[in-house]
């Protein structure tokens, strides 16, 4: 069962996004779970106790904003599973919610089509979360979730797996060869490097910045198809 969460002082976009969330699973003939809350110091106080795999939270909450709330989630909890879903009357919050990670960023009053798009595609992304890459070192076969892996690398004719723990496996390969088959929040961004669009900090016309600081260049033959992976996958507006 999928645990939902929606954060808004205002009851009437609350009840509304609530009866078009069961609306949406009944369709889809999945149960859910919706909880919501009316203000970010009481959500945060039961966020971990209640663990959900989306959360609709509105901006311009009183006292502490969304924003907070978004950067307590990601920094002090250390919690990038929970799919966040910014709902504003305003537009212009993009390059200060970048670095939260949201997966998409709805205008109120939220319309239903675009509420049924944002967590069909949500769901599509929890479904790849727990699938796994799959590859061949020494005659031997290893797999490795996708959502753990921050970024490929190639080098000398292998193919290195940087995962989010730190690690870093190997194999003999080319990244040409896998990527086609990669789920969609991986994109290429050069011959060199391909980036799970999940770990990305910030980004520019010409590099980004993943995670644990490490910054990559876009080559200049990728930089449109990149934008387009960015906006595909609902991050939004980047920072350049």
Known sequence: MYK?????????????????????????????????????????????????????????LPNNNGVY???YIRTTLKNDRINIVYISHKTNYALELFQVHPYDFLVKPVEEDALFTTLTNILKLEEIRDKEFKYSYNKKWYTVPYGDI?????????????????????????????????PFQFTCISK???????????????????????????????????KKAIFNYGCGQGNG
């Open 69 to 71: 709330v978004g950067k």
């Open 4 to 60: 939902i969460a929606i954060c808004d002082d205002e009851k009437n976009i609350c009840a509304s996004l609530e009866e078009g969330i069961y609306r949406f699973f009944n369709e889809r003939n999945e149960e859910c779970e919706v909880e919501v809350w009316y203000d970010s110091d009481s959500f945060c106080k039961q966020v971990e106790e209640y663990k959900p795999i989306i959360l609709f939270l509105d901006i311009e």
């Open 192 to 226: 060199s490097y391909i980036v799970n669009i999940k770990y990305i900090s910030t980004w520019s016309s010409g590099s980004l910045t993943l995670e644990g600081g490490m910054e990559i260049n876009i080559a200049q033959s990728k930089r449109t198809d990149f």
């Open 150 to 182: 921050v970024y490929f690398s190639s080098k000398n004719k292998l193919v290195y797996v940087h995962k989010k723990n730190g690690e870093t496996v190997s194999y003999y390969g080319k990244l040409r060869d896998i990527i086609d088959d990669l």
